[in-house]
Each structure stands twice: as structure tokens, then as C-alpha cells.
């Protein structure tokens, strides 16, 4: 083998590794969103799930948003169950009633759910609203909150399941709007 064969060769290695390892740099920066995604998704499901464990028990589960707004939850299930809400744990208790334990996790939910931002903003609006658009208003107006677009539109869904707010089709395009109270009564 000639020294200038020997030397091509090197150079095609030389290339062939810094290829490889830009590609293994731009692989690890996409796996390292998709965790940050994943993250965000995880967090959002396990606010799903404390709600749904605080609004276990509730006789009525349309009228949650607003019984959460006129009264304590514990007093609103107590009534509704004659009592039955006072047999959950204390800690469960206090967390529906939106006490002050100050845990780790329950430290962190004292910020408004995303769910309930996102109803508010839905309802300062007549026309039908794209969770691109409403995820764009809720950045500017809570620069501190910064969900995916895909958390954004779990979020509005979870909330379309929950007959909180609808979905509207439009061509390819997914808008929500709220419902007003009283509209999800007629409906049924």
C-alpha cells in the first residue's frame, strides 16, 4: 500500500467518524426534547390523576368546576355522600379542600392546572379558538408556564372529555370552545 493510498484511506476514516458523531450529536439533542416532552406529559398526567382522586366520590361530576368556585370540596361531598368524604385520609382530605400540607408535590401544584388556564382563556373568547392560538395567549400571558403544543391539545381533550369545553372540526383544522354553564345541562 502507497503512502497516498494509506493517506485516502485515513481521510475517509477521519470523515467517516466525524460523520458519525455529528449524527450521534444530533440524535442525542432529539431524544434529549423528547424526554423534556415526556417530562412535561408525565407531569400533566399525574395532575390528571390527583384530580381525579380528589374528585372521586362526587355525585354530580358536570357541576366539579363549579362547586370547586362556591365551596370547599370536602363540605360539597360530605353533603353529597352523608359523610362518606370524611372516611378518606387526612391528607387526601386536606389536598381536595386545598389545605396547606406542603410536601414536595403538593407544594408544586398550588399553580393553577393547566386546564383551568386554559378554560379561562377559552372563555374570554366568542369564536371558536385553535390550541395553537389559545397555547400562544397563555405563553404571554403566563411567560412562566411553557407547555408542548402536544400538552396543550392533551390538556384541551382531557377537558373536551370532561364536557368542560367542545371540540369544533373545521376542515383539518381542531378548534374548542367553552361551555357555558347551564349549556351542558341542555345538551344530555
Known amino acids: 500500500m502507497t503512502s497516498q493510498s494509506a493517506a485516502t484511506l485515513r481521510s475517509r476514516y477521519v470523515e467517516q467518524a466525524a460523520s458519525d458523531l455529528e449524527e450521534n450529536r444530533r440524535r442525542q439533542q432529539e431524544l434529549a426534547k423528547r424526554i423534556t416532552v415526556l417530562k412535561q406529559e408525565e407531569a400533566l398526567l399525574t395532575d390528571i390523576l390527583n384530580l381525579a382522586e380528589r374528585y372521586e366520590g362526587f355525585a354530580d361530576p358536570s357541576r366539579l368546576p363549579e362547586q370547586l368556585q362556591e365551596e370547599p370540596a370536602v363540605a360539597k361531598a360530605e353533603r353529597a355522600s352523608g359523610g ?47 390550541a395553537k392560538e389559545l397555547r400562544d395567549e397563555l405563553m404571554k400571558k403566563y411567560p412562566d408556564r411553557n407547555p408542548t403544543p402536544q400538552v396543550v391539545r392533551n390538556t384541551l381533550e382531557s377537558l373536551v372529555a370532561k364536557g368542560r369545553i367542545r371540540r369544533h372540526k373545521r376542515q383539518r383544522s381542531v378548534m374548542y370552545t367553552l361551555v357555558k354553564p347551564g349549556a351542558a345541562d341542555d345538551a344530555s
Open 84 to 130: 362518606a368524604a370524611s372516611r378518606r385520609p387526612v391528607s387526601a382530605r386536606t389536598a381536595a379542600a386545598g389545605g396547606t400540607a406542603k410536601t414536595g408535590a403538593k407544594a408544586k401544584s398550588r399553580r393553577p392546572l393547566l386546564g383551568d388556564l386554559l378554560a379561562d382563556l377559552l372563555g374570554n373568547h366568542k369564536e371558536p379558538r385553535l
